[in-house]
């Protein structure tokens, strides 16, 4: 089961047995820079998995449900807009809530907590959510960041 924007990507990531369980996002945030919450967030998922038919439409309909369109508003107010949640890292493209622990069909079809809770998502934009999927670190953009008088941000 995929995030909202993988339609194009391949489709039933299965996951390494060696991958965390459960990432939170508690854990998340009390990881300092960009580059390291990226390292804990990235999948081991391969591309070229096998794929699973009904996912495109079960995908579609979850992410135009109101619960869920209620949440992902949620979670980037939450976020401040900024790509995983770190200060700094505003997106001003479209945004992509990742699901920290992969949602299964299952939970999607029975629209379970976990597809919901705020402790499973994370803000990202599109390259950023590619470059954890992927588990590719050059797909990541870090530009260089504009700082402005106001900015305390003590890691970078
Ligand atoms: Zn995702």
Redesign the pocket.
């Known amino acids: 089961m ?5 339609l194009a990507m391949t489709t039933g990531v299965i996951r390494n047995t060696m991958d965390r369980i459960y990432r939170t996002y508690a854990e998340l945030i009390t990881i300092p820079t960009f580059e390291e919450r990226y390292e804990y967030l990235k ?1 081991n998922s391969r591309v070229g998995s096998p794929t699973f038919g009904f996912d495109r439409y079960l995908n579609q309909q979850f992410y135009l449900c109101p619960e869920w369109r209620e949440t992902r508003r949620k979670i980037i107010l939450r976020d401040n807009g900024c790509d995983l949640g770190c200060y700094g890292f505003e997106i001003h493209s479209s945004f ?5 622990r ?1 949602i299964t069909a299952d939970d999607v079809r029975e629209r379970r907590p976990i597809c919901f809770n705020p402790n499973n998502l994370i803000t ?1 934009k599109l390259q950023t ?1 590619n470059a ?2 992927y588990g590719d670190k050059s797909l990541l953009v870090v530009a260089p960041i504009a700082r402005s008088r106001n900015d305390t941000c003590p890691w970078r």
């Open positions: 995929q995030c909202e924007d993988t999948s992509v809530i990742h699901h920290l992969e990202t959510h954890i999927h």
